[in-house]
Each structure stands twice: as C-alpha cells, then as structure tokens.
C-alpha cells in the first residue's frame, strides 16, 4: 500500500532489458555495426517516452532518476538565465530535489519565492500572478503533490510564466505513467520524470527540455545526449524505461480510482474521526491521503506493518524526520490532524480484497492506538 514510494518493476520489463545485458551489450555510441542494435533500441525507449508526455523524440534526455532531472532542469536554466533575470518562483509543497536545490541557486544571486497554497494543497492562482513577474527566470510547480496527491494547475500557472518570459518546469514523478500529460497543451518547458513510480527500474528516469529552452550541461564529457548529459548511455534501464512507458499508455486509471474511491469512503465511514487529506476529487488515482486524530502516523505505519501492510506516514524521502510533514504544514493544517497522517497508495496488483483487509487492520489499529492514548 506504498506504491508512490516505488513500484515493483513490470516483468515485460524485466524482459525487455535482459538481451542489453549480455548479448547486445555494444556501446550505442560506438561507430561499428554490432552497436546498431542497442543504438536502435535507445531511440525506440526515447520515442515511447516521448509519446508518454506528448513530446518529439528529440526533446528527451535520459537521467539517473527524478532528482537528477530536477538538479539539471534548475540549475541549468540559472546558469542560462544569470545577470538577465534573478528571481525563481516554486511551491513549498515541492519535492526536495525541488526545495534544496532553488536554495542552492538562491547563494548565487537568485531570490526565491513561494506560491502559497490552500487548505486542498492547491496553488494559489491569483497569488502567482502577482509574485510571478518579468524578473522571474524559472517558474517550477509539480504536476502532483506525492503525498497528499492534488493534481496542480499547471497550465494556468505555465501560462502565466510564459506571460513574462519565464521558463515553466515541472516534477512530474508522481504523475507521469499515472494521467495524462500534454507538454504541448500545457505549454510546458521541462519536467522531469523518474521511471520506478510506474514499472521501470530505480535509477532511470528523463528530462524533457522544450527544443527553443537552453539551459547548460550538468554532466560535461562525451557526446552523448545531444551533447548536453554527458556518460556512456545505461542502455538496459534506458529500453526498461520505454517499455514502463509503452506500459502505462495501457494502465486502466477508471479501475484505480473506483478502488481509491472504495476505500476513502469505507475508511472515513467505519473509522470515526478520520478525514480525507488532499483535494477530493482533483487527485492521483492511486494516492490516498488519511488523517486519524488521538493516533501518530509514524507508530501506525510500524503497527500496520505487523499485519503485512505496508504505508507511510509521508514521502520516502523525508521518512527519517522527526517532524510532521512539511507538506501539510504548508497546506495550513493543525498539528494533531497532521500528525495522525498516513499515506496509502495503490497499484494495479491489488484487489478489492486486499483493501478490505487493509481496513480491517486500520480499525484494529487505530482502535488500540486510541484506547493506550
């Protein structure tokens, strides 16, 4: 029940990379025949994660993962943009790859500032018309929070930048493979995609950069990646990526939310003082977002554990800290409603009797909880 934390990786996946491995193991970039195969296969991966977002082939460079799509997407669109314009406008609702590296930038003559957002972790859209401006560089707001799971306006706010001339990114980890996302129509200038959300490997993922956007290299080297991302191509995770990609244009979204859906309504019913954290209907199709008052989210998620269900009290990312999640504090919400917070998030390998089962578990929990407190 923490599939936003990671996927388990698709076996037509797994199959897909096996021949990369061994048998057509030839560097894509070498300039001899036997590499025609695994250079062949690189472009039919970037061709399928084009079609994924609605992009050309040529505007997708693969990357290690999300973060790294991030780190570049920023820190090269600041290098583009110093003495022009100094101002980078984010959320503080964003992923950390986001929120420590607009902090980094900012020690080298970048102001940051931050969109708030409301009670649903929504932007603030008449806010960000007055804090984005002609001195604002980059403009980066995700496509969906990986907690609470509210998708954003991000054409609205895409609009906006492109107002002023400013570059639009977006971290699409969370929602990319799950809706749909049209770079175009959304007049979108990066985002950056992780492939283990949805069925690839850990350690792959893409940037899609806007063919007119320049931003500087992160990685200098070798040739590869137009010349912008430097390092011999990971060609096995790179055709993984294309198939997860190929996968998830297939995945029944309408089966996810009924069962999202089944279990918000079943939870907050059975379960008294419970409430719904996150937009009720503009969310994820996997992500469920529950607060419990009179309970701690952290020693639910190690009780439900005993039973074999595995949750999160807030992204993996920030699972270490001792404090309550800074997304909900962002989102204005009390301490007790945010500290008896827990994350569920389903995936297409569960069933409706995996959820009963789920909430037969939280009743007992939550029920011992409160009768100790």
């Known amino acids: 029940m923490d599939n936003a934390a990671t996927k388990p990786v698709l076996k037509s996946v797994v199959e ?16 001899y025949s036997f590499s025609k195969n695994a250079k062949n296969a690189v472009l ?13 082939a040529d505007e997708i460079f693969f990357t290690s993962g999300g973060s790294e799509a991030d780190n570049w997407a920023l820190k090269g669109a600041a290098d583009f943009w110093k003495r022009k314009r100094n101002k980078i406008v984010t959320t503080k609702i964003e992923h950390h790859a986001i929120l420590n590296t607009v902090n980094y930038i900012g020690k080298y003559g970048f102001d940051v500032e931050y969109i708030p957002v409301d009670g649903y972790g929504v932007v603030d859209i008449e806010k960000a ?7 604002t560089a980059i ?19 895409a609009q906006i930048a492109k107002k002023n001339g400013a570059y639009f990114h977006t971290d699409a980890v969370q929602a990319a493979g799950h809706i749909n996302i049209d770079v175009s129509d959304q007049y979108i200038d990066m985002l950056s995609v992780s492939g283990h959300k949805f069925g690839a490997p850990k350690g792959i993922g893409f940037l899609y950069k806007k063919n007119d956007i320049k931003i500087s290299n992160l990685i200098h080297g070798g040739g ?5 991302r430097a390092g011999t191509e990971n060609v096995p995770y790179i055709v993984g990526l294309g198939k997860a990609c190929d996968e ?3 995945v029944n979204s309408k089966r996810l939310c009924d069962m999202r859906d089944y279990f918000i309504l079943n939870v907050l019913k059975s379960i008294p003082q419970s409430v719904l954290n996150g937009h009720p209907s503009k969310r994820l199709p996997s992500n469920i ?12 998620v190690s009780m439900l554990s005993m039973y074999g269900v595995f ?17 909900l504090k962002a989102m204005g919400m009390d301490i007790k409603r945010a500290q008896g917070a827990v994350r569920f998030s389903i995936s297409e390998n569960l069933n409706y009797d995996d959820l009963k089962y789920t909430i037969n578990c939280l009743k007992n929990v939550v029920g011992n909880l409160r009768n100790i407190n």
Do not use: H
């Open 224 to 228: 590869q990646e137009k010349g912008l």
């Open 311 to 327: 949750v999160s009290s807030q992204s993996a990312c920030a699972s270490q800290s001792s404090e309550f999640s800074y997304v």
């Open 44 to 56: 039919k991966a970037r061709q399928s994660a084009a079609k994924l977002i609605g992009a050309n």
């Open 16 to 31: 897909s990379m096996l021949p990369y491995f061994s048998e057509e193991y030839a560097n894509p970039s070498s300039a």
């Open 139 to 157: 403009v980066s707001v995700m496509t969906a929070n990986n907690e609470v799971g509210t998708i954003e306006p991000i054409k609205e706010i």
């Open 289 to 300: 977002n529950i607060s419990f008052y009179g309970v701690n989210g952290k020693t639910m």
């Open 248 to 250: 998830a244009l297939n």
């Open 129 to 135: 018309k007055k804090i984005i401006d002609s001195n």
